[in-house]
C-alpha cells in the first residue's frame, strides 16, 4: 500500500504547499507503515526537492493536456496512478488547485473527502480527520468509511518535517481524453509573493484614507520579507487590486504574522484570517472589534506607527 501525493506547481515550479502536502503525507505513513509517493503533473523544475520532505517515489505525468490547468484531466492523471501504485490514501493541499481536483477525484473513485484537515488523521481503529469548519470559529471531526480516503491539509497548519530520502523519479506519459473545456486566455498576476503562500502578510484597510498612502504599507512588507493584502471595501474602491482581498469573500490565508493596518475586524474580514498565528492590529477606535481577535494591538495613527515600524525593520535588516 501507498500514499500518493499530489504535489501541486506554478510557472514550473514546485509550490510551498506541495512540500507541506508530502511532509504530511510521510508523517501519516509513520502511523501506517504505508511508502510515500509524490505525483506531478506536467513540465516543473526541482522536482527530486520532494525527498526531502518525505517522498520515497516522485511519479511525473506528462502529456501536452497538461500545459493548460485542467481540473478534469489532472484528476484522471492523479485516478491512473493511484490504481498503479495500489494507493488508498491520497493527500491534497487545500489550496486552489488542491479545491477543483479533489473533489473530481473524489467522485470519480467513490472516495470520501475531508477537505481543509488541520491536524494528522486519527488511525486508532477509525480513521477521523480534524478540519476547521465554521469559518474557522469551531472544530470537527470526521470518520471516513470508505475504502478509498482523500485528504486536503490546510496551507501553515502544520510545520514541515525534513526527511532526506532521495526519492527515485518514474517519469509516466498517459493517455487523456480529449478535454471538453478549451482555455482561451490567462492572465497571471503580478504580485511577487502570493498571499496563500506568504509567512507574513500586511494589510491595511480604509483607515489609510486612500490608494495614495498605500506606499508606507508596500514599504513595510519590503522589509519584512512579507506580502500585501487588503479589506475587501478597499479593493471594491479599487485601492488596491482584487486578488488582494483577503476575509470569506476573498483569499482566505494562514500566515504565521498577520499586521492587520486601519481595518476595524468585520466578521467577513476575520472569517478570512483568523487562522493566522499571530495576529497585530493597528487602529485609531480602541473600540474596534478586531482587537478582540487580535495577540498584540496598538492604538494609534496608522501614519505615525507604521513609518515606525518600517524604521525599527529597517535597523533589524529583517527581510534578509
Not at 484531466?73 to 481536483?101: C, T
Not at 470526521?142 to 526519492?167: D, F, G, Q
Request: charged fraction near 20%; charge should be negative; aromatic fraction near 6%.
Amino acid at each position: 500500500m501507498s500514499i500518493l501525493v499530489y504535489a501541486n506547481t506554478a510557472n514550473n515550479k514546485i509550490h510551498k504547499s506541495a512540500y507541506e502536502a508530502v511532509s504530511y503525507g510521510a508523517q501519516l505513513a509513520e502511523k501506517t507503515g504505508d511508502s510515500v509517493s509524490a505525483i506531478v503533473v506536467g513540465n516543473a523544475e526541482n522536482i527530486d526537492s520532494l525527498g526531502q520532505y518525505g517522498a520515497d517515489k516522485i511519479i511525473h505525468v506528462t502529456n501536452d493536456q497538461f500545459n493548460d490547468f485542467q481540473p478534469s484531466l489532472i484528476a484522471e492523471a492523479i485516478h491512473k496512478s493511484a490504481d498503479a501504485n495500489n494507493s488508498s490514501i491520497i493527500i491534497f493541499s487545500h489550496d486552489l488547485s488542491g479545491k477543483a481536483v479533489a473533489p473530481i477525484l473524489a467522485a470519480r473513485m467513490n472516495a470520501g473527502l475531508v477537505t481543509g484537515a488541520v491536524e494528522l488523521p486519527n488511525t486508532d481503529g477509525d480513521f477521523t480527520v480534524k478540519k476547521a469548519v465554521f469559518s474557522g470559529k469551531a472544530y470537527a471531526h470526521v470518520k471516513v468509511n470508505t475504502n478509498t480516503k482523500i485528504v486536503s491539509v490546510t496551507p501553515n497548519a502544520l510545520e514541515k518535517k525534513e526527511y532526506n530520502k532521495t526519492a527515485t523519479v518514474e517519469n509516466v506519459a498517459v493517455e487523456l481524453p480529449t478535454s471538453r473545456l478549451k482555455v482561451l486566455s490567462q492572465k497571471m498576476e503580478s504580485t511577487e509573493l502570493p498571499l496563500t503562500e506568504a509567512d507574513i502578510v500586511v494589510s491595511a484597510g480604509r483607515g489609510l484614507k486612500g490608494p495614495e498612502n498605500w506606499g508606507m504599507i508596500e514599504e513595510l512588507a519590503k522589509e519584512l520579507g512579507a506580502a500585501t493584502a487588503c479589506s475587501r471595501p478597499v479593493s471594491d474602491m479599487d485601492w488596491r487590486p482584487h486578488h488582494e482581498h483577503v476575509g470569506q469573500t476573498g483569499v482566505a490565508i494562514r500566515p504565521n504574522l498577520y499586521i492587520a493596518v486601519g481595518i476595524s475586524g468585520a466578521i467577513q474580514h476575520l472569517a478570512g484570517v483568523n487562522q493566522s498565528k499571530v495576529i497585530v492590529v493597528i487602529n485609531t477606535d480602541a473600540d474596534a472589534p478586531f482587537f478582540k481577535s487580535a495577540d498584540y494591538g496598538i492604538v494609534g495613527d496608522a501614519f505615525e506607527v507604521v513609518p515606525k515600524l518600517v524604521e525599527a525593520a529597517r535597523a533589524m535588516n529583517l527581510s534578509n
